[in-house]
């Protein structure tokens, strides 16, 4: 078993005693960091420096060094799988992802190969190969990959979508073809995920961004399913250690028991849903991870401090909780604000592990 330095992130999830609340920001390396639009600027665009391991762990590592962060997560996206299959993955300036060859119809979906994780995707094994080798044991590495539900948004509108109709229109129409698309996306994340844990990745986390768009019974059979296809599929233990698994759903608040009985170890939680009332339903069963809303990043400090003070209390006394934002940091926040927020749940949370 490789030594861990800093193993807070990796107890609170599996609900083990700590010294104070591990924390870590979604999307912690991104555009608020001038250091991380530098390294974007030397890599020419963001699918070239997700492929380049060496720049790839640069940006990984910029915010543990402004921060005192309890784990690092592994600088890629969630469209990488897709991209992968072939369609044709670009990032226009200032407008999100677009696919040129989105999925339209069952001959489609059976054109789509599983990727190999070691030859197609052997890029991002190489970035999780190079960050465990440069964190030299100081905090976890967390690998992650998208929902089936959330790859299949993008891959059936084309691109970002407010409404959803397109892949709507698919599900109430044509329930088999998206069945047949989400059953092949959840294949290909479980060998994704599990090359990450092989390659290095101590805990690995799934993001449904947009499984809370869909009704409670369809959440259940297009989204839940396939993740909990996904949690059954994945290596639980590697280098003498158990690797934890959370399930995130944005938007998700109401089905937290129903993602409990999946078998992960840790739920994330937005900001929409109370931490106190989300501990009470489930945990006994599971971790919680959240659940600060990112937009509190543009509050002066003692601010900042009351929001991590109050979501320290909700949860209250005892292990389980990985404090994080709700959703991804935005892009203009003041690079000194997380310094307050990381530092507040730091010395805020020790009292309740006494
Ligand atoms: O520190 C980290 O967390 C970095 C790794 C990371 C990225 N994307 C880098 C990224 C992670 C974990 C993701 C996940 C991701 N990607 C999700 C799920 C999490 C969430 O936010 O809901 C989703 C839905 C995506 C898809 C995606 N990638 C979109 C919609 C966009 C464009 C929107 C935007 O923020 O620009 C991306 C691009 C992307 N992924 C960027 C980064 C840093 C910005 C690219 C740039 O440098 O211009």
Known sequence: ??????????????????????????????????????????????????????????????????????????????????????????????????????????????????????????????????????????????????????????????SGSKAFTVIKKMMYTEPQTLHALLEKLAQSVILYLNAQIRAGAQSVMIFDTWGGVLTGQDYQQFSLDYMHKIVDGLLRENDGRRVPVTLFTKGGGQWLEAMAATGCDALGLDWSTDIADARRRVGDKVALQGNMDPSVLYAPAARIEQEVAAILAGFGHGEGHVFNLGHGIHQDIPPEHPGAFVDAVHRLSVPYHR
């Open 1 to 158: 078993m490789t030594e861990l330095k800093n193993d807070r992130y990796l107890r609170a999830l599996l609900r083990q005693p700590v010294d104070m609340t591990p924390v870590w920001m979604m999307r912690q390396a991104g555009r608020y960091l001038p250091e991380y639009k530098a390294t974007r600027a030397e890599a020419g665009d963001f699918m070239s420096l997700c492929r380049n391991a060496e720049l790839a762990c640069e940006v990984t590592l910029q915010p543990l060094r402004r921060y005192p962060l309890d784990a690092a997560i592994l600088f890629s996206d969630i469209l990488t799988i897709p991209d992968a299959m072939g369609l044709g993955l670009s990032f226009g300036a200032g407008e999100g992802p677009r696919f040129a060859r989105p999925v339209t119809c069952k001959a489609d979906v059976d054109r789509i190969p599983v990727p190999d994780p070691e030859d197609e995707l052997r890029y991002v094994m190489d970035a999780v190969r190079t960050i465990r080798r440069e964190l030299k044991g100081d905090v976890p590495l967390i690998g992650f990959s998208g929902s089936p539900w959330t790859l299949a948004t993008y891959m059936v509108e084309g």
